[in-house]
Nanobody
């Protein structure tokens, strides 16, 4: 079965850090671009970061550039999102997404809650 399992969310104070993980199974991980999305209450889902299997293809939303870093471990079928200097506006449910680079196929994780509050 195809599965994406996210972890690492929680409550953190402004200026703090969290590291999200997304473990994949049931498909050939390296064939997919991996994306992190987030959705805050009352807002549209937005793309936060994206990384293809090839090097040098990571992209970030302007709102998180310089603060968030995405990494990918194909051997472990796992992707990470390191979030530093967190702000209250980063509060959202964060979703891991795997999208095939050629075919119209993608998978979604269940989401993990990130709350930034003092």
């Amino acid at each position: 079965q195809v599965q994406l399992v996210e972890s690492g969310g929680g409550l953190v104070q402004p200026g703090g850090s969290l590291r999200l993980s997304c473990a994949a199974s049931g498909f050939t991980f390296s064939w997919y671009t991996i994306n992190w999305y987030r959705q805050a209450p009352g807002k549209e889902r937005e793309l936060v970061a994206a990384m293809a299997s090839a090097a040098g293809s990571t992209n970030y939303a302007d709102s998180v550039k310089g603060r968030f870093t995405m990494s990918r471990d194909n051997a472990k079928n796992t992707v990470y999102l390191q979030m530093n200097s967190l702000k209250s506006e980063d509060t959202a449910v964060y979703y891991c997404n795997a999208r095939h680079r050629v075919y119209i196929v993608d998978y979604w994780g269940q989401g993990t809650q990130v709350t930034v509050s003092s």
